[in-house]
Antibody, heavy 119, light 112 residues
């Protein structure tokens, strides 16, 4: 069974770029037909989908984030990454990485990593 | 964006009794192949969300059969036939038909 684990800085300064990595264990990130995505959850609030990358390399992003978000894959490390530029306090949240089979539902999630934006 | 609206916001339940959560979408979630692109997730306290139901009515692997999903188009329901103590948490519906994928606001299920 595939497992996912997020990693990255827990504290980011305003206006800087948030960078997180998700490592996939128990399966190759480049095999099959999957979406690898990012979701976040501000403290005490609901879930927001940020973006995803398909095994083919195609990406989709949440327009609400405009051009601030980028998702990429490093197959040599079996990882995919999230970059969110020009962060503000509103970007403080628990960030989850997740996998979605062809029907698009997220069937495997990481444990989440808390990112705080503060000077 | 497709807006997902859940009700109720909070649901006190008695163990052994049934429970039901509603999710309504601002647009039809039916794809051209007839599938409803609607999922249900449960986020237990302190945990990541876990998939319960996908494509409206299909139970995910390992999900107990007391959970069932129904509905089509814009109206969907998650039912728990007999609530157990381990079912507490926040339930979310999510549409996967259109980008951006969007979640409902959540329904908090707690034991009375």
């Amino acid at each position: 069974q595939v497992q996912l684990q997020e990693s990255g800085p827990g504290l980011v300064k305003p206006s800087q770029t948030l960078s997180l990595t998700c490592t996939v264990f128990g399966g190759s990130i480049s095999s099959g037909s999957y979406y690898w995505g990012w979701i976040r959850q501000p403290a005490g609030k609901g879930l927001e989908w940020l973006g995803r990358i398909h095994t083919s390399g195609r990406t989709d992003y949440n327009p609400s984030l405009k051009s601030r978000v980028t998702v990429s894959v490093d197959t040599s490390k079996n990882q995919f990454s999230l970059k969110l530029s020009s962060v503000t306090d509103a970007d403080s949240a628990v960030y989850y990485c997740a996998r979605a089979p062809p029907h698009h539902s997220f069937d495997s999630w990481g444990q989440g990593t808390l990112v705080t934006v503060s000077s | 964006d497709i807006v997902m609206t859940q009700s109720p916001l909070s649901l006190p339940v008695t163990p052994g009794e049934p429970a039901s959560i509603s999710c309504k979408s601002s647009e039809s979630l039916v794809y051209s192949n007839g599938n409803n692109h609607l999922d249900w997730y449960l986020q237990k306290p302190g945990q990541s969300p876990q998939l319960l139901i996908y494509l409206g009515s299909f139970r995910a692997s390992g999900v107990p059969d007391r959970f069932s999903g129904s509905g089509s188009g814009t109206d969907f329901t998650l039912k728990i036939s007999r609530v157990e103590a381990e079912d507490v948490g926040v339930y979310y519906c999510m549409q996967t038909l259109q980008i951006p994928l969007t979640f409902g606001g959540g329904t908090k299920v707690e034991i009375k």
